[in-house]
């Protein structure tokens, strides 16, 4: 019996703006190539094939990327693979302020949603305040977390 996984929050407008920059992307790719190798033909019918159902396919995975609940656990659906962790192996969902180092500089990336196993090891979200999703909505992003929280905190009461 399959579980059906839920994304507790709709996906924000800049994923639609990635995809269309793909294909934009896509169209000079195709174009480029056309001229570089001196493509004719049925040749141009197959690469316009391929780059749109490549598009097709990388369109998809983003749409479809972020954190999905269920009753077991959670899914983290990333662009080229996707994790699942069970209520049991969480130890913590919290936030976490991300920072890139650039030599000896620290550039402040954002808050994030991290979740910490049991093994003392982390697993990072596609969830960040700033990313696609909540640029716009901060509210949403409290939101989703501290319901990902709420419901490991449930889960962990329900196992005791």
Avoid: C
């Avoid at 192996?89 to 994030?112: P, Q, S």
């Amino acid at each position: 019996m399959g579980v059906d996984w839920v994304r507790p929050y709709s996906p924000g407008v800049g994923r639609w703006l990635v995809i269309g920059w793909e294909a934009v992307a896509f169209a000079l790719l195709g174009w480029a190539s056309v001229g570089l190798f001196e493509v004719e033909g049925n040749g141009i019918t197959y690469l316009a094939m391929a780059l749109a159902a490549l598009w097709v396919v990388g369109g998809w995975r983003i749409l479809e990327m972020g954190v999905y609940v269920g009753p077991d656990g959670l899914q983290i659906r990333g662009l080229l693979r996707s994790r699942r962790l069970s209520w049991d192996e969480i130890a913590h969902v919290r936030l976490h302020r991300h920072t890139n180092k650039l030599g000896r500089w620290e550039i402040e990336g954002g808050m994030t949603v991290l979740i910490e196993r049991r093994d003392g090891s982390t697993v990072n979200t596609e969830l960040w305040a700033q990313g696609v999703d909540f640029h716009n909505r901060p509210h949403l992003f409290r939101e989703v977390y501290h319901d990902l929280r709420n419901r490991h905190l449930q889960a962990k009461a329900a196992a005791a």
